[in-house]
């Protein structure tokens, strides 16, 4: 689903009598995001037991706009995965030769990251020495940077992960620090998170300029995605988008919920989107718009 300009001419309004929090200032994005999950829960779309967190940042204005519940440790479910890789780097940078990135680990890198193969994030949390190891690794590799990070169990069989747990914030500043080159292998990490997946991010009003760095997680539970937006190649227009909804219990029938509230996400994406692009002044190239590839024949 697109927004309209009306329809966000109508979130801003709707926005203005929404009740804030205390944090300075809330940008207009805020508003009209607050105004859009006030209307999603007037419509049943998300659930009395249901709690969201949002936040975005503007890396060129170098602004947060949004902070909603930033700082609520909430279930990390698969979004945890790029903790888990984070830490790796961080072991492999030091010690090169005692924790390897050659061909093998990099295949298994890409099932955690793209494919979100849990056999493949627990093989790498036990090359990093345990799940208990994770956190405190993230924590050296960014001098204390993750507020909330919370990680002690393997992933179980089933793909349920209740007890691994982290905040928004710290999800923001893992992709700020990856988006301004401070995390070990940051080049090998904006690869890899950068492979297409079915993410919550992704918009219709995307062209094909837009790429998306992020990482998804979905539990009974929990259904999120954390990344950044770069739009236009090569250019300074970013931000980044964490999105996490959790559940007070699990859902009964886990595809219809997890396919509404993935419905929800991209709305909620789709209104950031048009605000940003309002600001960068950016026209979305449709893929119809792409130049034709030339062949040259000798």
């Not at 886990?254 to 950031?272: C, Q």
Request: proline share 4%.
């Amino acid at each position: 689903m697109s927004l309209s300009r009306r329809q966000l001419l109508a979130y801003g309004a709707m926005g203005a009598l929404t009740p804030m929090g205390a944090w300075a200032q809330p940008s207009e994005l805020q508003y009209q995001l607050n105004a859009l999950i006030r209307q999603m829960r007037q419509q049943g779309r998300i659930s009395p037991n249901e709690r969201t967190a949002w936040s975005v940042y503007d890396f060129n204005s170098r602004q947060k706009l949004v902070s909603i519940n930033e700082y609520s440790r909430l279930q990390a479910a698969s979004m945890v995965k790029v903790f888990v890789a984070l830490a790796y780097f961080f072991l492999h940078q030091r010690s090169p030769y005692q924790y390897p990135y050659g061909w093998k680990e990099q295949q298994v890198m890409q099932k955690m990251l793209v494919k979100s193969s849990n056999t493949a994030t627990n093989q790498v949390m036990g090359w990093c020495g345990g799940p208990s190891r994770i956190a405190a690794l993230c924590q050296q590799a960014t001098g204390n940077r993750f507020l909330h990070l919370h990680i002690v169990e393997y992933i179980p069989k089933g793909g349920r992960t209740y007890r691994n747990r982290a905040a928004a914030i710290d999800y923001s500043r893992f992709f700020y620090d990856l988006w301004h080159g401070k995390l070990p292998m940051a080049h090998e990490l904006k690869r890899l998170l950068s492979m297409e997946n079915h993410d919550r991010i992704t918009t219709e009003q995307m062209g094909y300029d837009v790429t998306i760095y992020d990482k998804t997680g979905s539990t009974g539970m929990l259904c999120g995605d954390a990344g950044i937006v770069q739009v236009g190649y090569g250019g300074h227009n970013a931000y980044t988008f964490i999105g996490i909804l959790e559940r007070g219990r699990k859902a009964k029938s886990y595809g219809p919920w997890i396919t509404a509230r993935s419905k929800m996400m991209r709305e909620v994406s789709d209104l950031v989107f048009s605000y940003m692009t309002d600001q960068y002044r950016y026209v979305p190239k449709s893929r119809q718009q792409q130049e034709p590839i030339i062949y040259w024949s000798s």
